[in-house]
């Protein structure tokens, strides 16, 4: 099951800090691999200002982003509203780098997401 199927309806809300950069040299994980082919199944490549190694740097910052947030689902939904804020990517574009990102370096966090999406009241802010 992809990214969006095991994450689907359990994702998003909270930081809005920039995610950081790649340093020049990097070395890509297996798991920065399985998040850049991630993106490319759903044609999100980057352009010229970036690299695999950014893309990657950017998924593990969404991912303890929202590790470390009391309510994941809820700083899942806050990171989706600053990607399309800030970028010309898509409400579902910016769902799938998001979803993608948890799946690959956060999956422990999807169980406790699952819960809050299941609880939240349509129309309102998730639970805290």
Known sequence: M???????AAMFGGAVLTAPHASASCNMSPADDQYIKLLA??????NADFND???AAEGRWFASQIRSNPNPFGEGQELINMITRTTPMSQAQAEWEVESAVYV???DVIPKMKDEAARQVPGQPAPV
Do not use: D, I, W
Not at 2 to 8: E, I, P, T
Not at 41 to 46: A, C, P, R, W
């Open 105 to 107: 370096y956060a999956p």
């Open 53 to 55: 190694c950014s893309e």
């Open 2 to 8: 992809g990214a969006a199927g095991v994450v689907g």
């Open 41 to 46: 199944q759903n044609k999100m490549v980057h």
